[in-house]
T-cell receptor
Framework: GAVVSQHPSWVICKSGTSVKIECRSL??????MFWYRQFPKQSLMLMAT?????????EQGVEKDKFLINHASLTLSTLTVTSAHPEDSSFYIC????????????FGSGTRLTVV | QKEVEQNSGPLSVPEGAIASLNCTYS??????FFWYRQYSGKSPELIMS????GDKEDGRFTAQLNKASQYVSLLIRDSQPSDSATYLC???????????FGGGTRLMVKP
């Protein structure tokens, strides 16, 4: 149980275009979704926290107009990278808090974004 | 000072040995502690969670928590080459319900 499905798993886009990443909780309701970014050989860095039905909370240094987060339902959160540039190339991972026996947080499978 | 610190490694151990991974955290109010394993190019997967002082064992894995000293460790017994990965320590700092990750320790288990 407690699976978060993330799509796409990888995407290549041209500089200046936008890319949408989706995360769906399959068998539970994800009130809160966390979005992380991971550059090569670095750890996960929290970008933003999204709560269903309200605006996302962005971490310092993360441009909210560039990384648009929508959490319109309890099972779907999306991250849109707008006007992507090569420096946005990274591994993006979503995560949801799971309440229950020892789960803690469950992660999506990640999206490898390459901007060319 | 980083909120969650780990030695980046690599930590190299022979197959069958015990691998010991350590993590320290700065927020004394932290309540929940997690160890994740991450293979290259993949998403983290939960290995262990621990919430109270002491040891917690699950198969070949033992998590140890000492809140007074603000450290949490992970022991992997009978290490296998398939255990070679980056191990991430994560702490719920109780501020915003989010996880804060350490930089990860790269473990290499040599056959």
């Amino acid at each position: 149980g407690a699976v978060v499905s993330q799509h796409p798993s990888w995407v290549i886009c041209k500089s200046g275009t936008s890319v949408k990443i989706e995360c769906r909780s399959l068998d539970f309701q994800a009130t809160t979704m966390f979005w992380y970014r991971q550059f090569p050989k670095q750890s996960l860095m929290l970008m933003a926290t999204s709560n269903e039905g309200s605006k996302a909370t962005y971490e310092q240094g993360v441009e909210k107009d560039k990384f648009l987060i929508n959490h319109a339902s309890l099972t779907l959160s999306t991250l849109t990278v707008t006007s992507a540039h090569p420096e946005d190339s990274s591994f993006y991972i979503c995560s949801a808090r799971v309440y229950g026996n020892g789960y803690g947080y469950t992660f999506g499978s990640g999206t490898r974004l390459t901007v060319v | 000072q980083k909120e969650v610190e780990q030695n980046s490694g690599p930590l190299s151990v022979p197959e069958g040995a015990i691998a010991s991974l350590n993590c320290t955290y700065s927020d004394r109010g932290s309540q929940s502690f997690f160890w994740y394993r991450q293979y290259s190019g993949k998403s983290p997967e939960l290995i262990m969670s621990i919430y109270s002082n002491g040891d917690k064992e699950d198969g070949r894995f033992t998590a140890q928590l000492n809140k007074a000293s603000q450290y949490v460790s992970l022991l992997i017994r009978d290490s296998q080459p398939s255990d070679s990965a980056t191990y991430l320590c994560a702490v719920n700092t109780n501020a915003g319900n989010m996880l804060t990750f350490g930089g990860g320790t790269r473990l290499m288990v040599k056959p």
